[in-house]
């Protein structure tokens, strides 16, 4: 599916929010790696990539951010602006991260270790393992 969007649940009261994120229920993965980017300069994009068999989900927990999704037939341009909704990454999509806000940190949940062998960072590379 391309750019499966996750609602989180928000709970709390006067003193402010919480919201849980867990592997095997609202992340339908289990989770190995977290990392977050924050911090990116105004015009810079990010991303350029796509994995083979990694899945994420990323959450905007502060400011916002666009997020190109390409399957390699179709696009989708996600807004990630609240710390309420994710956007789930499968393999085999190629996806630009760009309009950060100042504040944006954008952090993921993945289902695997770094391993640079999974990913696709030439996007003519990508459109030919996709049609296989």
Request: charged letters at 25%; glycine letters at 10%; aromatic letters at 10%.
């Amino acid at each position: 599916m391309l750019g499966e969007i996750i609602e989180i649940p928000q709970l709390g009261n006067e003193r402010g929010s919480l919201s849980v994120v867990e592997a095997g229920k609202l992340i339908p993965f289990e989770i190995k790696r977290v990392y977050y980017i924050y911090g990116t300069k105004p015009g810079v994009e990010r991303g350029f990539h796509a994995h083979k068999v990694l899945q994420q989900l990323a959450v905007a927990v502060s400011g916002a951010c666009d997020m190109v999704l390409d399957d390699g037939r179709k696009q989708k341009t996600v807004r990630l602006d609240s710390p309420s909704h994710g956007v789930r990454i499968g393999p085999g999509i190629w996806h630009v991260m760009s309009n950060f806000s100042k504040d944006c940190v954008l952090l993921v949940f993945a289902d695997a270790h770094y391993d640079e062998s999974d990913y696709i960072r030439d996007y003519d590379a990508f459109t030919t393992w996709i049609s296989k």
